[in-house]
């Protein structure tokens, strides 16, 4: 079972920074896609960015030039580094991971609190 393990959060002022982390154990070797949604109180869910096996990204228009997805060289860890960070992206952000063969299904983190003070 693939497990995920979440860090990062935080306050931070606007215009600050913050870097998450999502770290994966377990069925590894299944691990193909890994990204960020986040929520907002009163909002639905949103993908944020993620990052295929071959490091191809995908950014919300929103955070395009602001956030950066990455993920380790094992391709079990990713980070999101968040710079210019602005009270709209106050949310609880969650990783994603989904599984290939032979699961086929996606793995939610805890979720952790991003608060971006005006």
């Known amino acids: 079972q693939v497990r995920l393990v979440e860090s990062g959060g935080g306050l931070v002022q606007a215009g600050g920074s913050l870097r998450l982390s999502c770290a994966a154990s377990g069925f590894i070797n299944s691990i193909n896609d890994m990204g960020w949604y986040r929520q907002a109180p009163g909002k639905q869910r949103e993908l944020v960015t993620s990052i295929t096996k071959s490091g191809t990204t995908n950014y919300a228009d929103s955070v395009k030039g602001r956030f950066t997805i990455s993920r380790d060289n094992a391709k079990t860890t990713a980070y999101l580094q968040m710079n210019s960070l602005k009270p709209e992206d106050t949310a609880v952000y969650s990783c994603?991971?989904?599984?290939?063969?032979?699961?086929?299904?996606?793995?939610w983190g805890q979720g952790t609190q991003v608060t971006v003070s005006s």
């Open positions: 994603n991971v989904n599984l290939g063969p032979p699961y086929y299904r996606a793995i």
